[in-house]
């Protein structure tokens, strides 16, 4: 009975993100001691397996031998150094190995998603000042996309619950047409229909594009708001359309870089490059916070002048940190020596033939690309989705809902047993549940 003793002091102490605390109250919280692969272990002992990979994050799971001597041989060296006037071996190596993979370069660092965030769309801003066209300040965002949660990266996220308290401190932006295919008719392709909502954008940027810096989006899934998928044609004549109206196409691929889809970056699925690239969540696989901003030598340029008040002049105490950047080459070395992305493909082709046991529970719209899965579940109600969570808390299977949707992100490291546990699990809960 360890874990009360915990619950009771963190309910005293902690203000926890993403949650009414009243009703946390009520449904208590789970105290977690330890880690180790897939498993997150509580004071009790008792095991979760952790399908959403703590929002995302662990790429490799938890406790991971091979980043965490990354970080304990940066840690005799040096900890934290500023990175203004200073540079270090971590941050210049990550530099090169991102700016390989992504073709951007001059990587510019950050402590988390929301900061990766502000970060691109004050460069894009800053970047149109510096070359005359002060009028393009407006950034263009998708319907139901989630950029993050401080002021900046909230102008550009669609989720009402979110912004409405805070209505007077946001700027606005404008919203474009999502190509979630789930909004698309009855009978129509998610390609058609994506190709529809590219007629909608160029629409929209043939009136305005004067005043358009940027247009952001998360490619091919939107993740916070339900795992929304989108076909990559989309991607690709979106590209085309920036490119001609002269907008930088910002790719948040915070949630889904780094293999998540089926390739390094989701991009890839369009054979596109983007102007800015934004990074966090798996770039440290999960180990400490980081996120990068990579952006083309074009832009770069813009801001390489004799003037101060041109230059990029954005700061975090925490820029870089040589024990985040070494994480982040952790990550990246478990890519070079593990096949990956081939192997994501087989867990992918498994989960997928699993998950056909779902089917017969009242679902919607089941949905995958690379790893992760999603479905809707029809016509519950929110008493039945926090029975579904509870239950399966309690049987040892940790998921987070979103709305009526359920999804399964995993660590790229679950294996055939712990898949199983993991859709057996998620069939039982539901079917006891309705
Ligand atoms: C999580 C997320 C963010 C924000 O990152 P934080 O580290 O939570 O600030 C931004 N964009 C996308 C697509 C995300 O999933």
């Known amino acids: 009975m360890k874990n009360k003793h915990y619950i009771d002091r963190s309910l005293k102490s902690l203000w926890n993100p993403c949650t009414q605390m009243k009703i946390q109250q009520a449904q208590s919280i789970i105290p ?3 880690g180790k692969g897939v498993w997150l272990y509580d004071y009790d002992d008792k095991k979760y397996l952790d399908a959403i990979s703590s929002w995302w994050v662990n790429l490799f799971g938890h406790n991971q031998s091979e980043i965490k001597k990354f970080i304990t041989d940066q840690l005799d060296l040096v900890e934290h150094i500023m990175l203004a006037g200073l540079t270090h071996e971590p941050v210049i190596n990550l530099s090169e190995k991102l700016s390989t993979l992504t073709n951007l370069g001059h990587a510019f660092y950050g402590s988390d998603g929301s900061n990766a965030i502000e970060i691109a769309i004050k460069m894009s801003v800053h970047y149109w000042k510096n070359r005359s066209q002060p009028k393009k300040n407006k950034i263009i965002y998708l319907e139901n996309s989630y950029h993050g949660e401080t002021l900046g990266a909230l102008s550009v996220t669609d989720i ?8 007077s401190l946001i700027k606005k932006n404008n919203l474009i047409k999502t190509p979630d295919w ?5 009978g ?3 390609e058609s229909y994506a190709l529809r909502c590219i007629q909608d954008l160029e629409i929209y940027l043939q009136e305005n594009h004067q005043y358009i810096a ?3 989006l ?3 899934v939107q993740c916070a708001t339900g795992m929304g998928m989108y076909h990559s044609v989309y991607l690709k004549k979106a590209r085309e359309l920036c490119t001609q109206y002269q907008i930088h196409l910002i790719d948040d691929e915070i949630a889904v870089g780094f293999g998540r889809t089926g390739k390094m970056f989701a991009f890839e699925h369009a054979n596109i490059k983007p102007d800015f690239i934004c990074l966090s969540k798996g770039l440290t696989g999960g180990y400490l916070p980081l996120s990068a901003v990579l952006t083309t030598d074009e832009i770069y340029m813009a801001f390489y002048e004799n003037k101060i008040e041109k230059g ?3 700061s975090h105490s925490y820029t870089g940190n040589p024990l985040a950047c070494s994480a982040a080459l952790g990550t990246l070395s478990y890519f070079e020596n593990h096949d990956v992305i081939n192997q994501n493909n087989k867990t992918s082709a498994y989960i997928s033939e699993r998950i056909k046991i779902l089917a017969t529970l ?3 719209n089941i949905r995958n690309i690379g790893m992760i899965w999603a479905f809707d579940l029809e016509e519950v109600t929110k008493n039945t989705l926090k029975k579904i969570s509870m239950k399966a808390i309690d049987r040892g299977l940790l998921i987070r809902p979103i709305g009526q949707t359920i999804y399964f992100m995993p660590p790229y490291v679950i294996n055939h047993d712990e898949i199983n546990f993991m859709i057996d699990t998620t069939l039982e809960v539901i079917e006891s549940s309705l």
Not at 160 to 167: E, G, S, T, V
Not at 182 to 186: D, E, F, G, L, T
């Open 182 to 186: 789930r909004y698309a008719y009855k």
């Open 188 to 190: 129509e392709t998610a």
């Open 218 to 220: 998360e490619p091919l």
């Open 362 to 364: 009242p679902i919607s």
């Open 312 to 314: 990029f002049l954005h």
């Open 32 to 34: 977690i001691r330890r």
């Open 214 to 216: 940027a247009f952001i």
């Open 160 to 167: 009402k619950l979110f912004r409405k308290n805070y209505a």
